[in-house]
């Protein structure tokens, strides 16, 4: 959705979309797609990338993107997730332009929260990526 929004503002000319759903490499994708058409994004200006998982979509990206020489993205993705994927198509060359989708307001007041926990689930999730993607050289952070 906040990509579509990216894309209908005129600030990028194409909206690739990537992500996976279970065995499919492209089942987030198509769901997007089907969400990005809703909001009258042209079916030609809509692309797809396969990957189960950021590394992989960052190569996607890079391969489906080289012949049109594209070398700059706008890279919509949760605030959490963003330092690691910025990381990944970095590295893959692309000079990057950071747009975090609004996170959902929590509060750490009041008492025990679900949401909560599995926020702090992903934040966790996300710095244990950066160390094991750094490990493999799938990214070079903290950037040089």
């Known amino acids: 959705y906040v990509g579509a929004q990216a894309f209908l503002s005129g600030r ?3 909206l690739m979309l990537t992500g996976a759903s279970g065995r ?3 089942g987030g994708a ?4 089907i969400i990005a058409r809703g909001m009258d994004v042209p079916d030609s ?3 797809l990338a396969p990957g189960f998982n950021t590394h992989h ?3 996607s990206a890079r391969r489906r993107l080289s012949p049109d020489r594209v070398e700059k993205v706008l890279l919509v993705t949760h605030a959490q997730h963003l330092p690691r994927a910025v990381a990944v198509f970095r590295k893959q060359g692309f000079t990057v332009i950071p747009h975090a ?3 959902p307001r929590l509060s750490w007041t009041g008492g025990f929260s679900w949401a909560n926990i599995g926020r702090l689930q992903g934040v966790c999730h996300e710095y244990v990526g950066l160390f094991v993607y750094r490990l493999r ?3 070079d952070w903290p950037r040089p």
């Open 12 to 14: 990028a000319p194409l």
């Open 24 to 26: 499919d490499s492209l």
């Open 30 to 33: 198509k769901a997007m797609r």
């Open 45 to 47: 200006c809509i692309a």
């Open 57 to 59: 979509e960052g190569l």
């Open 101 to 103: 989708v609004p996170a």
């Open 137 to 139: 050289g799938w990214i």
